[in-house]
């Protein structure tokens, strides 16, 4: 294993990931697994840089001396280039003093329409707009320093007038502020280092690990029961070698690889997603939904020849151990392959060097054999649709068992309702690029047992609970629970568009109407709009019907609200991840939008 080139506490050149941009940085750690220095800027942004991608403080001097005897054709050849920079008008190539520094309110009086982040900044670089050059010599020096200090000003005057400075001590002072009031405390390294292993680091992992399949069988037992109170708890436990099932398994497996197949088809056409970390940016195939059409045809077919549906009924808990067995070998496969990757292929937050934890949360950040993406595959296909014909094999296991003509109308919603979800996920299939799952989770146990056992056999359990249990709605009860489903499916809709369009492309016309706060990253903030009503609406939507859901089965056991109660803490628990990851990005940005934003999903609640 190489050695460790820069020193914690070290001030070097970090690169800006996915440009040619270099900043002054803090080493603040170095993780020797992924071999991924931490880095922090002077606003307060933390990323993980790979070795190649730092240079010491003193490396472009170094490199002046070669190009200051590059002929005129050159540097203006280099100029040209869209990763350097012009020579700015004002600078004087003759060694006179560079033009007076630019005072502070001059900067602000540009024009703020003109703000542009970095990125930008830098794709315009023809247009001489770029702030920076590898090769500076020390005559330009000031000067590029000057410009490099005031685009930097102009991305950290954020449009709602409030601005703030990269001045080190400064910054730390005012972070510091906006985080007392905010209600949080700064977090230190080695705070960050801890709540880098969440979950209760190896321990809790291992507990994870064992506890999810515990929970799920014990659910599904206690589901079948006539009497499924938490008063008959525990259920009973029925014999081990009962749980097994050979055709269950070869189900389960063929339905894997049908949906490999379709996935696989060259339908639908190929978009990338966003940029990564480490710079590189991966192609999707986006065909989640003519898959699902395929997928509904051949029930349709399965269905007009008698095959029984309710089979599913019948083996749902040998079809769940099924399941957990092909997601923990898979997730070893996942592990094994994670070793081979290069390192900036790795997902940080997987990598703290525990066997157990790196198990569960996933080395790899996209595992892929050839174009074939394991994670994005498995986010929306098998266990999402999977999850339809399940509840669709409960409905016709209803009819059976209760001895209907047609099912009952609480089973009927329970079924639309999640029908709903899941296709409006497989619809906007892109919208799961810049979701955390895709962008930042490494792919483990923690995904594919989310995605493959958790999400069919556990979001099932309202259809499930309503075969055995059931409960007649009255009309207007029906119609309560659908106007809340679908305020809950409006805000959970418009939020994650709204965020993947603003993604997408942030200089939509569409979206010119919102409030935006700047981030040294060269991404904004949406601080208005659903992003400006909590910081996570989407999650307020999707509780929102989470409820809607659980409403059908009546109030006779918790059972039933055992998924919503399971999703407000999993949604706490996400935010509160997904919150520190964006501290971690955005620095003083992300507290400024706390502070304009105060609630974190529920207005005046959390
Ligand atoms: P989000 O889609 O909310 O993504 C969070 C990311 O959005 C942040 O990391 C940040 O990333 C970006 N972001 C945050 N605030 C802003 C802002 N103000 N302006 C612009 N960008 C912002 O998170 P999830 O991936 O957790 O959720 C996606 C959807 O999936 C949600 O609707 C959620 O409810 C649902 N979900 C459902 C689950 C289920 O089991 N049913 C489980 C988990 C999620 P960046 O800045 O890098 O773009």
Request: net charge positive.
């Amino acid at each position: 294993m190489p050695a460790k080139t820069f020193s914690d506490g070290e001030m070097v050149m970090g690169r800006w990931p996915g440009s040619h941009l270099y900043y002054e940085v803090q080493v603040t750690g170095y993780n020797k697994n992924t071999q991924l220095y931490t880095v922090k800027y002077k606003d307060g942004t933390e990323l993980n840089l790979k070795e190649s991608d730092i240079k010491s403080l003193n490396f472009f001097k170094t490199k002046k001396s070669s190009s200051r005897s590059g002929s005129r054709q050159r540097s203006r050849s280099r100029s040209r280039s869209p990763a350097r920079t012009q020579t700015p008008k004002h600078s004087n190539s003759r060694g006179r003093e560079p033009r007076k520094p630019v005072e502070k309110e001059e900067v602000q009086k540009e024009d703020i329409s003109k703000l542009k982040p970095v990125h930008q900044v830098q794709e315009n670089s023809t247009n001489n707009k770029t702030t920076y050059v590898t090769d500076y010599t020390e005559e330009k020096n000031k000067v590029y320093r000057l410009v490099e200090h005031k685009t930097r000003k102009e991305i950290l005057t954020d449009q709602l007038g409030l601005p703030y400075s990269l001045q080190a001590r400064r910054e730390e002072a005012k972070l510091v502020d906006l985080e007392a009031k905010d209600g949080h405390l700064y977090a230190k390294k080695q705070a960050v280092q801890i709540q880098e292993q969440g979950f209760g680091a190896r321990v809790g992992a291992a507990f994870m690990i064992l506890l999810l399949p515990v929970v799920l069988i014990l659910l599904l037992l206690m589901c079948a029961q006539d009497d499924p109170s938490i008063l008959s708890f525990p259920p009973r436990i029925p014999p081990l070698q009962t749980l097994w099932n050979g055709t269950a398994l070869g189900i389960f497996v063929l339905w894997f690889l049908f949906q490999a197949l379709l996935y696989l088809l060259p339908i639908g056409k190929v978009i990338e997603g966003v940029p990564l970390a480490n710079g590189k940016t991966l192609k999707y195939r986006i065909n989640a939904f003519y898959a699902f059409l395929m997928c509904a045809t051949a029930i349709g077919v399965a269905l007009y020849n008698e095959v029984n549906l309710s089979y599913i009924y019948d083996y749902l808990l040998q079809l769940a151990v099924s399941a957990m067995m092909f997601a923990f070998v898979f997730s070893i496969y996942l592990y094994a392959r994670s070793w081979r990757v290069p390192a900036d292929e790795l997902a940080p937050e997987g990598n703290t060097g525990s066997y157990v934890y790196d198990f569960f949360i996933g080395r790899e950040l996209n595992p892929r054999i050839r174009n074939f993406d394991l994670k994005y595959f498995c986010e929306l296909r098998p266990g999402l649709m999977g999850w339809v014909v399940i509840n669709l094999g409960l409905l016709f296991a209803e009819m059976k068992v209760q001895n209907r003509d047609v099912p009952s109308l609480a089973m009927i919603l329970v079924n639309c309702f999640q029908l709903l979800y899941v296709l409006d996920a497989l619809w906007n299939e892109a919208g799961i690029l810049t979701t955390m799952d895709i962008v930042h989770e490494g792919f483990g146990y923690m995904l594919a047992f989310g995605d493959l056992v958790w999400v069919p056999f556990v979001y099932s359990l309202q259809a499930f609970y309503l075969v055995n249990h059931p409960n007649e709605l009255s009309w207007p009860l029906a119609l309560a629970i659908i106007a809340l489903n679908t305020v809950g499916y409006i805000i959970f809709r418009a939020a994650n568009s709204q965020k993947n369009a603003f993604r997408r492309n942030p200089h939509d016309p569409k979206l010119a109407h919102l409030k935006t706060i700047p981030t040294a990253t060269g991404k904004s903030l949406i601080v208005s709009g659903w992003w400006g009503f909590v910081r996570h609406p989407n999650y307020l939507g999707d509780l929102i019907m989470a409820l809607a859901w659980s409403l059908p089965c009546g109030f006779d056991h918790i059972l039933p609200y055992f998924y919503i109660i399971y999703f407000t803490c999993l949604l706490i628990h996400r935010e509160a991840r997904d919150e520190h990851q964006c501290r971690k990005k955005y620095g003083v940005a992300w507290s400024k939008y706390c502070q304009q934003v105060r609630y974190r999903i529920v207005p005046y609640v959390y």
